[in-house]
């Protein structure tokens, strides 16, 4: 069956530090793969998407970055962090199959300080 | 574009109770519809897939609709327990490799 890591579980971060979020899929391969972002009361943000290794599709211009430097495995990064940058944060994966029903991780909370 | 409507944004009821989540879309050309459930802090967890070909799926006690005609999708929750007290969301695929595009959902609260 298929499982979906991602961590860290929570992080604390002073404004102006760097970030790195990981997630990796398991059994499967060549997933699209989906960074998140949910805040109280906006609901859910797709932030990027990915439909193979090295391919990043930015939804919205902010101050973060992603990568996938395997078939299996999404980052979400930034430089320097900011305030703006504090939230709820979801990888997610869904099959390039007919069906395309979505599947998430647990989350990452992020708080920046 | 394509907006989600989910109303209302909370909602408590007494266990046992039989229960209709509702769920709108503007566009009605859809591929599929998807409800999940998350509990605090946590991910959210598929509940049910409905292709736009089919009109209901079921799991266990919990039964989805789809209407594409009217743009309505609800999700019914039969016999209510405290364990179902979580947000509940719904989502829809305008094609086959497009985004979903989420509601807000709604929080549901079962008191024992």
């Known amino acids: 069956s298929q499982t979906i890591h991602q961590w860290p579980a929570t992080l604390v971060q002073p404004v102006g530090s760097p970030l790195s979020l990981e997630c990796t899929v398991e059994g499967t391969s060549n997933p699209n793969l989906y960074w998140y972002r949910q805040a109280a009361g906006r609901g859910l943000q797709l932030l990027f998407y990915s439909v193979g290794i090295g391919q990043i599709s930015s939804e919205v211009p902010q101050n973060l970055s992603a990568s996938r430097p395997q078939d299996r495995q999404f980052i979400l990064s930034s430089k320097k962090l900011l305030l703006s940058d504090s939230g709820f944060y979801l990888c997610?994966?869904?099959?390039?199959?007919?069906?395309?029903?979505?599947?998430f991780g647990e989350g990452s909370r992020l708080t920046v300080l | 574009k394509q907006e989600v409507t989910q109303i209302p944004a909370a909602l408590s009821v007494p266990e046992g109770e039989n229960l209709v989540l509702n769920c709108s879309f503007t566009d009605s050309a859809i591929y599929n519809l998807q409800w999940f459930r998350q509990d605090p802090g946590k991910g959210l967890t598929s509940l049910l897939l409905i292709q736009s070909s089919q009109r209901e799926q079921t799991s266990g006690r919990l039964n989805a609709s789809l209407d594409k005609s009217s743009g309505r999708s609800t999700l019914y929750i039969a016999a209510s327990q405290p364990g179902d007290s979580a947000t509940y969301l719904c989502a829809v695929r305008p094609g086959a490799n497009s985004k979903l595009t989420f509601g807000k959902g709604i929080t549901l609260s079962v008191r024992p």
């Open positions: 997610a994966w869904s099959s390039k199959g007919r069906s395309g029903e979505l599947f």
